[in-house]
């Protein structure tokens, strides 16, 4: 495959323009080659490693996690424990994440539940929110 402008880069691999010159920025897309009136042209290792990145980020992976990830790639014959605590982090993270939302769900639930739908002055909705110690969850 030759090589492609960003505007086409962008669109093979569902990143927008300024993010790929972002992603050059700060490292992680390696500086590419220019044409003779200085536009930026992407070979397919490009594209690979660009969609690699919008991957990760989707996944919620953070940035120096998926710069530690790219350079793991970049170096196929290294183990593969630092990728995978990478992961299970981001797992831990993800799994905290789904606790805190069930007992936000939860609390929503039974706010909306209490509500006696009469004043504002008897809404379960306004006192939950105004005293947060009736509140059956903690964390939410």
């Keep these: 495959m030759r090589s492609v402008p960003i505007g086409e880069a962008a669109r093979q691999s569902g990143v927008k323009v300024p993010t790929i010159r972002y992603y050059e920025h700060i490292g992680l897309l390696p500086a590419p080659n220019r ?75 039974l706010m909306v539940e209490g509500c006696r739908h009469g004043k504002v002055g008897e809404c379960r909705v306004i006192e939950v929110l105004a005293d947060h110690s009736q509140c059956e969850h903690a964390r939410h």
Excluded: M
Aim: hydrophobic share 35%; glycine share 2%; aromatic share 4%.
């Design 35 to 109: 044409s003779k009136g200085n536009r930026r042209h992407y070979e397919t290792s490009d594209l690979r490693r660009l969609a690699f990145i919008r991957h990760s980020r989707e996944l919620g992976f953070d940035i120096e996690a998926i710069r530690t990830l790219l350079t793991l790639q970049d170096n196929p014959s290294q183990p593969c424990a630092t990728a995978d605590t990478i992961a299970q982090a981001r797992l831990a993270d993800v799994v905290q994440r789904i606790r805190s939302l069930t007992a936000l769900k939860a609390e929503l639930e």
